[in-house]
């Protein structure tokens, strides 16, 4: 981003680095609203059960746009909604993601069904084109898998 100073970074890992950029407890379930459950706008992140507040809402939306995993553009013409996107980078993190949901899904207790992670974790490419396909095609509906949600 020019014109912004960029922080120091601790290390060149790949782990560390990526961590820099959605290592918080929020970000990627912001992503995953974005993938997973077809969210588009503030309103509804914020009324995504998860309790964040406005303000780290605000922050972390603002720090994922300027990383380069999602956009945002005007919805209408009074441009006072906004509707977010992610980016290719963004889509990218979809993989990370589904193996996020089957570990915990099989390590923690979660509304997700036993057989449903099962199905996911023996589909993972089918799953994943899935969500890509969505992707590409702007389809905002909730991802389901053999018709079941994927969250609880």
């Known amino acids: ?3 912004k100073r960029r922080h120091k970074r601790r290390s060149g890992c790949p782990v560390s680095l990526s961590l820099e950029i959605f290592g918080d407890r929020w970000s990627l379930l912001i992503i995953r609203d974005l ?10 992140f914020q009324q995504s ?4 507040a406005t303000n780290i809402l605000t922050d972390r939306l603002r720090r994922l746009e300027a ?7 005007a919805a209408t013409a009074r441009r ?5 996107r992610l980016t290719e980078k963004g ?9 996020l949901l089957i570990w915990g899904a099989r390590h923690e207790a979660s509304g997700v069904s036993c057989a449903l992670v ?7 490419e089918q799953v994943l084109a899935e969500v890509r396909r969505r992707w590409q095609e702007h389809d905002a ?10 969250w609880p």
Do not use: C, H, S
Request: proline share 4%; no cysteine; charged share 30%.
């Open 141 to 150: 509906r909730p991802l389901q898998v053999k018709g079941q949600w994927i």
């Open 1 to 3: 981003m020019q014109g």
């Open 35 to 44: 993938m997973v459950r077809g969210f588009r706008t503030f309103k509804e």
């Open 67 to 73: 990383a380069g995993l999602l956009t945002r553009k």
């Open 49 to 52: 059960g998860e309790g964040i």
């Open 118 to 124: 099962e199905q996911m974790a023996k589909n993972r």
């Open 80 to 84: 006072r909604k906004v509707n977010y």
């Open 91 to 99: 889509i990218d993190l979809a993989p990370v993601l589904l193996e």
